[in-house]
Structures are given as C-alpha cells and as structure tokens.
Nanobody, 117 residues
Framework: QVQLMESGGGLVHTGGSLRLSCAAS????????MGWYRQAPGKQRERIAT???????TYDDSVKGRFTISRDNAKTTVYLQMNSLKPEDTAVYYC???????????WGQGTQVTVSS
C-alpha cells in the first residue's frame, strides 16, 4: 500500500508563491503518475498538474505558465511550485498517486492554500 504525506500550503497574498510537497512511501510501482488536484468550496475537485514516471508533465490551462510540477531523483516525491498566485487559486490541494499498470488511486490528506487579495 502507498501512503502520501503532503506538506506546504498556507496563506499568501496575491502574486505570491508557495511550494507544495508530497512524499510517497510503501510499495511504489515503477510506472505511475503523481499529481495535484484542488477543490474549492462548492466546486468539484479538478486536476491541475500531473507528472508521469516517463517524464511527461501536464497542466490544466488555469495554472499553465504559473505552476511547475517536478519530482525528486528517486521519483517518490512530487513538488508543485506555485507562482503568481491569484485569489481563485484558493482551495484545498490534494496529492494523488495513480498506479498505471493496474490502476488504483491513492490520495493525500489535503492541504489548504489561501490567496488573499
């Protein structure tokens, strides 16, 4: 079983930056996708950035050019660098691990990001 431990998040002013981290532990498949989702109050959870073990990264249009997803060399920790933050980025951010060979989804506990105007 895979466990995810998130860190980062907090309160920042418009235009500020934050970095989220998510460390995976346990039995980690060599082919996986790790990424970040967010859920604002009253809205559905949305995928914003994904990193695949093959090196491909994808972004939602709402964060493209402002957020960067990356992994450490061991590929067990994923980071989300968030720059030029806007009030509409305020949400609970969730880390996700997806095994690609026989798909399963594991979720982190969520971390609050609040951007004040």
């Amino acid at each position: 079983q895979v466990q995810l431990m998130e860190s980062g998040g907090g309160l920042v002013h418009t235009g500020g930056s934050l970095r989220l981290s998510c460390a995976a532990s346990g039995i980690i498949d060599s082919r996986n996708a790790m990424g970040w989702y967010r859920q604002a109050p009253g809205k559905q959870r949305e995928r914003i950035a994904t990193s695949f073990t093959g090196g491909v990264t994808t972004y939602d249009d709402s964060v493209k050019g402002r957020f960067t997803i990356s992994r450490d060399n061991a590929k067990t920790t994923v980071y989300l660098q968030m720059n030029s933050l806007k009030p509409e980025d305020t949400a609970v951010y969730y880390c996700n691990y997806r095994r690609l060979s026989a798909p399963i989804d594991i979720w982190g506990q969520g971390t609050q990001v609040t951007v004040s105007s």
